[in-house]
């Protein structure tokens, strides 16, 4: 089971990952991994891109 979500539009987590801020990002749980995420968006190929590892979960520790 995927645990996956978008990250609100909190403008440092954008300059944190350094891409355009009207860019959907979305974190994603890394499974077995309680801490990790993966962060990125998806393309118009619907392919998701990684543009951060966020492996103790700061940059959205929301979720």
Same mark, same amino acid.
């Given at each position: 089971m995927f645990h996956f979500h978008e990250i609100p539009g909190d #403008?440092? %987590?954008?300059?944190e990952v350094k891409i355009r801020e009207d860019t959907l990002l979305i974190q994603m #749980?890394?499974? *077995? =991994? #309680?801490e990790s995420?993966?962060? *990125? @968006?998806? =393309? !118009? !190929? /619907? %392919? @998701? /891109?990684?543009v951060a590892? =966020?492996? /103790?979960?700061k940059i959205y520790p929301e979720n």
């Open positions: #403008k440092a %987590i954008y300059s #749980k890394l499974t *077995g =991994d #309680k995420r993966l962060v *990125g @968006f998806f =393309d !118009e !190929e /619907n %392919i @998701f /891109n990684v590892y =966020d492996y /103790n979960h």
